[in-house]
């Protein structure tokens, strides 16, 4: 069995799902019975239990070690089922009542150091047939009972109406993450807005004089920037005009090409103008437990150029409120430390020279194909692309294969994807499947 498989897609249908809401939002709750927990700030974990071994997995297929005194404790689990329990690993930290995920790793790596397993659901079970969630719970418990590094969460029932009570007493006054509020149909996460003070390093736009959506940066240093995430709730159709009227006066070019949801390009602009920003929730991993990179910029002569892929955040529901000119572009105002101040921690971001984008050889094509349609109205362009990236001593593909779909009457008028590999034969066996795909009667192939 593909335990791995089975937990990344527990974990994405999960992560993709559950709904986001704030004390203030209450009235989204359904009426009737709740299940509620503190939300622990550890690693998705899964504890795989079946008559021949006991593993705790991770989606990126990392298990815990063996030394762990948790990893000896669940060897004298006794199950003649096979199951699949969902939990969080955590450490346990003296000096906060909070657990912190960069614990979890920290001790993950040290001999000494513990890690705990707190289990919330079942993602597979072969004899029990569990719908009800105060089932599930009873069943983990039986399992888990008596056992000191592996238990099942402390769930409370109760109504919505009792439910901002609960977030005081175990979010204000605990200092814990946040709830997490489920019934047998729907997860809520639970927790407060976080206020952000970030820099504005790009922008798009929906009208000749609007803006659609924002990128925004961290300070990393006086003339380094760390990209944290877009926000396209920005207001009214005055604010985006006026932000565009702040925005297009600063504009700067970049070797770099970001795109937006919609596929449009944004435009970079010098690092100037703080913003405040409210987001629902921060995010420092993917839905298979790597860390989230993003790029980091360094302003050299009016331009902001990229540096390299660097571990980063990913703002989560976010709102733009207002711009702070009382602000400066600096780390004391806009630097990672308000990330620390709201629970979310990366060790030692930093750029490294060796990896500089500057210092690489660039890119070379190898293949390229490029088809036409014209009309009256319009034309279209398709491009299929293989690049090798001649950067084997980093951690970069050997091959990408790149695809470019412009059509000038379509809403979205520019589609992309892109696929790394590592034999150029798997590029070449996706290009022509793209190409079979996306070519069919009335293109022209154009030659350069």
């Keep these: 069995m593909n335990y791995s498989q089975i937990i990344k897609q527990y974990k994405s249908y999960v992560a993709s799902s559950y709904i986001s809401l704030t004390p203030n939002q209450i009235d989204i709750l359904p009426k009737g019975k709740l299940y509620v ?78 890690v705990y397993f707190a289990a919330f659901d079942i993602v597979q079970s072969s004899k029990e047939n569990l719908d009800d969630y105060a089932k599930k719970i009873q069943y983990m418990s039986k399992i888990l009972k008596g056992l000191e590094y592996s238990h099942v969460i402390e769930m409370h029932e109760h109504e919505a109406d009792s439910i901002p009570d609960m977030f005081q007493s175990m979010v204000i006054k605990d200092h814990n ?85 919609n596929g449009s390009l944004y435009q970079f602009v010098i690092p100037k103008i703080v913003i405040n920003i409210s987001a629902k929730d921060v995010q420092m991993e993917r839905h298979d437990s790597s860390l989230i990179n993003h790029m980091a910029f360094v302003l050299d002569e009016n331009q902001l150029k990229p540096l390299h892929l660097t571990p980063s955040f990913s703002i989560i529901h976010a709102n733009a409120n207002e711009i702070r000119p009382d602000k400066k572009i600096s780390i004391e105002d806009c630097g990672i430390n308000q990330f620390e101040r709201a629970g979310f921690f990366i060790k030692d971001i930093k750029t490294n020279p060796d990896e500089y984008i500057s210092s690489m050889q660039p890119s070379k094509i190898i293949k390229k194909e ?37 059509s000038e009457k379509r809403k979205v008028q520019i589609q992309r994807d892109v696929r790394p590999f590592n034999d150029i034969k798997s590029a070449e066996a996706t290009m022509e499947t793209y190409m079979q795909k996306n070519i069919k009667k009335g293109w022209e192939k154009y030659n350069l």
């Design 37 to 114: 927990s503190k939300k622990y700030d550890g690693l998705f974990c899964c504890l795989i239990l079946n008559p021949e071994n006991s593993i705790l997995l991770m989606p990126n297929g990392m298990q815990v070690p063996e030394n762990k005194n948790i990893f000896k404790e669940m060897q004298s689990i006794k199950c003649d089922d096979e199951i699949i329990i969902a939990g969080e690993l955590y450490a346990s930290n003296g000096s906060s009542k909070r657990e912190r995920s960069s614990d979890v790793r920290a001790s993950l790596s040290q001999e000494n150091s513990q």
């Design 177 to 261: 993450e946040g709830l997490i509020i489920r019934d047998n149909r729907r997860i809520y996460k639970m927790k407060q807005n976080i206020d952000l003070d970030l820099i504005i390093l790009a922008y798009t736009s929906q009208k000749h004089n609007s803006v659609r959506s924002i990128a925004l940066g961290i300070a990393l240093s006086d003339k380094q920037f760390l990209y944290v995430g877009s926000v396209g709730t920005l207001g009214t159709d005055k604010k985006r005009e006026e932000l565009y009227n702040h925005l297009s006066k600063i504009e700067c070019e970049s070797l770099y090409r970001m795109s937006s949801s």
């Design 370 to 406: 490029i088809f036409i349609k014209k009309s009256k109205a319009d034309i279209s362009i398709k491009k299929f692309i293989i690049l090798e990236a001649r950067k084997n001593e980093i951690d970069y593909p050997k091959y990408i294969f790149y695809y470019f779909d412009m």
